[in-house]
């Protein structure tokens, strides 16, 4: 098991991984199957129109269809099962509530695919984009070191799917939510209104101090200057978004400790309890304590991992890892059977929380 300090090379390694994901997923959906839930998972790719032209985004929106008993699943990737999918499908008559999702260090749409189609079957619509700078396939390092556009990516993603894409007339405005993973749980938390404080950052990564977020915003020169300092502390807080989920973030010693404590929507802060990447005192039990009691849940899921937050590997898919990308086999650890359940748990938590008064 990794030590959880070497988080930033081994999120680095695990590129590999995601490369070998996404190789294999040319093809049609396969053959349907028969649907107790609701609605079938449609999905649509997406980009981003709007002024800023210089950091486009790009991703996948996935939403409730007409069609419970249709969908596929174009299993493609020796490593890893596709997310269910009925792709272009017709959507669903009625309005949903909106989940946006924002991927963990040098990931991208396809590693909550599996949430987005469980939860489009269920009646929700949900969108993701690719993070320039930080994602698996856009790696500007400007794009990195502005760190501060990554909750901006979503907003921007808000107001286009609710503005002008197809399904701006089926989505609840009342009811926007968002949800991020790893990096992406930090993400979500500056939309509720946590800060970034330079100050804290600086004093926490002097010297020879091996916290987990230091190499990483180092590695991107993230907050070196005055001008990026400011842009870094900036409020971020996007009041259109109703509710928060963190999933097994990493970050939470960067942010202001007053900014926490006024956090004035409820949020739902996930951790692994098998610890293998991430200390979960300085993360999100450190997340939960610093936030107002009253309007945050914090789950501690026993014995999941960082990756269980990701798609389900196939049960040969650690082997196959082990012998051709040797140390991208973490991903897949207690990654099949084991990770299927913890999905269900992910899955009832977000859908007890979203629904709750």
């Known amino acids: 098991m990794p030590d959880p300090n070497t988080f930033a090379a081994n999120a680095l390694r695990t590129t590999t991984a995601l490369l070998v994901f996404l190789l294999f997923l040319a093809g049609p959906p396969e053959a349907t199957a028969s649907s107790v839930l609701p609605y079938g998972p449609g999905v649509s790719e997406l980009t981003v129109t709007d002024a800023r032209t210089d950091r486009p985004l790009s991703g996948n929106v996935w939403y409730p269809t007409t069609t419970p008993e249709k969908y596929g699943r174009a299993d493609k990737s020796k490593v890893w099962q596709m997310a269910e ?25 396809l590693n909550q695919a599996w949430l987005g189609s469980a939860l489009a079957r269920r009646g929700f619509i949900v969108a993701m984009v690719n993070h320039p700078g930080t994602s ?10 502005e760190l501060w556009d990554r909750p901006v990516d979503l907003s921007r993603l808000i107001t286009f799917l609710i503005e002008r894409s197809a399904l701006a007339d089926r989505i609840d405005q009342s009811r926007v939510f968002a949800a991020g993973h790893s990096l992406g749980g930090y993400t979500v938390m ?37 001008d990026d300092r400011r842009e870094m502390e900036i409020s971020r807080q996007d009041d259109r978004v109703a509710r928060i989920v963190s999933m097994d973030l990493g970050g939470t010693p960067v ?40 309007s945050t849940r914090h789950v501690e899921l026993a014995d999941a991992g960082h990756f269980d937050f990701m798609g389900i590997c196939k049960p040969e898919g650690y ?21 299927e359940a913890q999905h269900g748990r992910i899955i009832s938590e977000l859908i007890d929380f979203f629904d709750s008064e």
């Open 190 to 226: 500056l939309l509720a209104g946590a800060r970034f404080d330079a100050g804290l950052y600086q004093s926490l990564c002097t010297g020879d101090n091996s916290n987990v977020v230091c190499p990483v915003l180092e590695g991107w020169s993230v907050a070196e200057t005055d």
């Open 255 to 294: 942010l202001s400790r007053q900014s926490l404590g006024t956090v004035d929507k409820p949020v739902l802060v996930l951790g692994s309890g098998r610890a293998d990447m991430l200390d979960q005192d300085i993360e999100s039990r450190m997340l939960a304590a610093l936030m107002p009691g009253a």
């Open 319 to 339: 082997e196959i890892l082990k012998e051709h990308e040797p140390g991208d086999e973490i991903v897949c650890i207690k990654g099949s059977a084991e990770r």
């Open 85 to 109: 999918a009925d792709p272009d499908g017709v959507a669903a008559e009625g309005t949903f509530p909106l989940l946006v999702i924002s991927h963990g260090m040098y990931g991208n749409t």
């Open 136 to 145: 698996t396939f856009l790696r500007d390092v400007d794009h990195a070191r």
